[in-house]
């Protein structure tokens, strides 16, 4: 890292999921370790066309963090999707250091919110598990992360909820999400949910940035999963990163109005992660215009439901005077984007996000 730079942020290739790696020198000059989420199983290792074990982007991250003898000081799950906790459960599974590597977990499980809310835990969300190598569902996936994270001292165990200021290594955390209301819908019985509201199912990339701004209308995830997301503002120094996992706009929305932002008073911020990989039922003009930043982060490579759908993207190319959009996966882009709609639309452009942006 250059001597110069406080902070470094990586989008690992995380297939349709979010890994996030933040690297941040404190005020001590002391490199610290921030990961958020940690992608599908794919992520940490998968099999190669030869069907040969590869590393995965997750585990290279870890093997460097090993080598530069630093820790991972604060690991958070946003939530239990397999896209957010895959790989982090295939690392818990093949690495038995793995426990001695993680210093700190957020994580709002099941049976935490059941004692904040003083209710008892729905008997179908609790099946153990016969063994740790099938993560069927969301909720055994998050039973046996919520084990493994308690048996082993490494959890931070308190509900991360919207309203909260947190104060780590110097950096401030400023939690959008979720709302108590959010974590309230989470006791009930966990079970494959219904589709996502408006999420794309066919790819929309063939049709024109004009089109898309003409015709444009939205409709609000309806996930209880995404609603219970956690969603913060990252602020250290100069630098503020609102990263949104897979949170609800209008979650994120009463947040930022609460804390006295406005369209005219928007929160400014250097980099924007958006939620649920540009899924069109996360991002809406309402939330945007709360919002002052020239850069969005999209974690997919497009492989789930064709996020990021391309209406998210010309909501935001329409809202905005001057766009920089972050891929992880940049070769996306080229699928998404014709050259009328650089024509059509000259105040965006495309950025490649594998590498780590110095902030």
């Known amino acids: 890292m250059n001597v110069a730079v406080n902070m470094e942020l990586r989008l690992l290739q995380a297939n349709n999921g979010d890994a996030i790696h933040l690297k941040i020198k404190d005020e001590e000059a002391k490199f610290r370790n921030i990961l958020i989420d940690g992608g599908t199983g794919d992520t940490y290792t998968y099999k190669n066309h030869k069907?040969?074990?590869?590393?995965?982007?997750?585990?290279?991250?870890i093997e460097q963090i090993r080598i530069r003898h630093e820790y991972i000081d604060l690991l958070i799950l946003t939530h239990v999707d397999d896209?957010?906790?895959?790989?982090?459960?295939?690392?818990?599974?093949q690495d038995l250091q793995a426990k001695d590597l993680v210093k700190k977990v957020w994580f709002n499980s099941g049976r935490l919110i059941s004692e904040y809310f003083q209710q008892e835990e729905i008997p179908e969300n609790l099946l153990t598990i016969g063994n740790h190598h099938s993560y069927n569902t969301s909720i055994s996936q998050g039973v046996v992360f919520e084990d493994f994270i308690e048996e082993n001292n490494i959890w931070d165990r308190r509900i991360i909820k919207s309203g909260d200021e947190i104060n780590l290594f110097g950096i401030?955390?400023?939690i959008l999400s979720p709302s108590e209301n959010q974590l309230k819908k989470l006791l009930t019985k966990w079970g494959k949910e219904a589709p996502v509201a408006d999420t794309s199912r066919v790819n929309n990339y063939s049709i024109?940035?004009?089109?898309?701004?003409a015709s444009d209308s939205f409709r609000e995830d309806n996930s209880i999963h995404n609603g219970s997301s956690i969603a913060f503002i990252l602020e250290y120094q100069?630098?503020?990163?609102?990263?949104?996992g897979d949170a609800h706009p209008q979650t994120i929305i009463d947040s930022l109005t609460n804390?006295?932002?406005?369209?005219?008073?928007?929160?400014?911020?250097?980099?924007?992660?958006?939620?649920?990989h540009g899924s069109k039922a996360n991002t809406n003009n309402e939330l945007l215009n709360l919002i002052q930043s020239e850069n969005f982060l999209i974690s997919s490579n497009g492989s789930s439901h064709n996020l990021p759908d391309k209406q998210c993207l010309a909501r935001i190319i329409n809202c905005k005077k001057n766009v920089n959009l972050h891929f992880n996966y940049p070769e996306l882009a080229t699928q998404i984007f014709s050259e009328q709609d650089f024509k059509n639309f000259p105040n965006f452009s495309v950025c490649d996000v594998q590498k780590p942006i110095e902030i």
């Open 51 to 61: 069907s040969k074990i590869q590393d995965g982007a997750l585990k290279s991250l």
């Open 172 to 174: 401030k955390f400023t």
């Open 238 to 244: 100069a630098q503020k990163i609102l990263l949104l």
């Open 83 to 93: 896209d957010h906790i895959g790989g982090i459960l295939k690392w818990f599974e």
């Open 259 to 276: 804390m006295g932002y406005s369209s005219q008073n928007p929160v400014r911020v250097d980099f924007v992660k958006l939620s649920h």
């Open 208 to 213: 024109s940035l004009s089109q898309l701004v």
